[in-house]
């Protein structure tokens, strides 16, 4: 069973807010007569059985938002779900994998994204959506963090990277035709702006020379591994182009809850 938890919260995004407003819009798409609620796999996405939309989470600011992440789905996964978070903004990364790494102690994640989000604060916030995973690494809560797509790696995050153990594939050395292994519970966060933005338009920050969305998808197909959980963060709606980005988003919202449950 998979519970989508819509989470609507930017106020630590840089440069641009506007994902907050993304979670309904992605649903929306997923809904949309234009396609049909089938992942690739085969998987009824629109099960009611085995797929449960629990809307937005009532999110205050500030830590109580981040608590508020943490306890709605650690309420989930104590009730045996699997979780897909809809952002918002990728800072929503730390919160839900708080939650995860107390089911899954041996957990794993594999990090889809332009960026490595590994600054140990940036604009002096620590809890910045540029940070997420510089805090999940710091506080020891995943066994591995595997990072593809990135296109922006600075010197400050390469001494991170280092100082974490980070596997980073970077955009420039991806192939296509290598599978992810992982000999436990992965979860999957997916930045939208690891797209190239000629697929993905609707994202605050625009990194040219990204993945398709073919490629996307291949990857989450491909991996080997048992996938706990995942979430979609870093969509736009202000910067979108005729919905195309919610589309691209709520496709990867089936593959990868087929890739979940079946």
């Not at 590994?118 to 710091?138: K, Q």
């Not at 974490?164 to 979860?187: A, C, L, N, R």
């Not at 398709?212 to 998808?217: K, L, P, Y």
């Amino acid at each position: 069973m998979i519970s989508i938890i819509g989470i609507p919260l930017d106020e630590n995004s840089s440069f641009l807010r506007g994902s907050a407003k993304a979670p309904p819009l992605i649903l929306d798409a997923f809904r949309s007569d234009a396609s049909n609620m089938y992942a690739e796999n085969g998987f009824n996405c629109g099960d009611s059985g085995k797929v449960k939309n629990l809307g937005n989470l009532q999110l205050t600011a500030g830590k109580a938002a981040m608590d508020s992440i943490q306890k709605a789905v650690s309420k989930e996964l104590n009730r045996n779900q699997k979780v897909v978070s809809l952002g918002g903004d990728h800072s929503i990364t730390f919160p839900i994998i708080q939650a995860y790494s107390q089911s899954y102690p041996d957990l794993n994640i594999l990090h889809i994204d332009a960026h490595p989000d590994l600054y140990d604060n940036f604009e002096n916030n620590p809890y910045s959506h540029a940070s997420p995973f510089a805090r999940i690494m710091e506080k020891g809560l995943v066994n591995r963090l595997v990072q593809v797509g990135i296109r922006t790696l600075n010197d400050h995050q390469k001494e991170q990277v280092n100082r974490f153990g980070v596997e980073v594939i970077e955009m420039k050395d991806f192939d296509p035709t290598v599978s992810f292994q992982f000999g436990g519970p992965v979860y999957i966060s997916i930045d939208m702006d690891a797209l190239d933005p000629a697929f993905a338009p609707g994202v605050s920050h625009h990194e040219p020379g990204g993945l398709s969305t073919r490629e996307v998808i291949n990857i989450i197909h491909q991996l080997n591994g048992n996938v706990v959980g995942g979430d979609i963060v870093e969509y736009n709606p202000d910067r979108d182009i005729n919905e195309m980005t919610a589309m691209v988003g709520s496709k990867l919202l089936k593959e990868l809850m087929g890739k979940i449950l079946k």
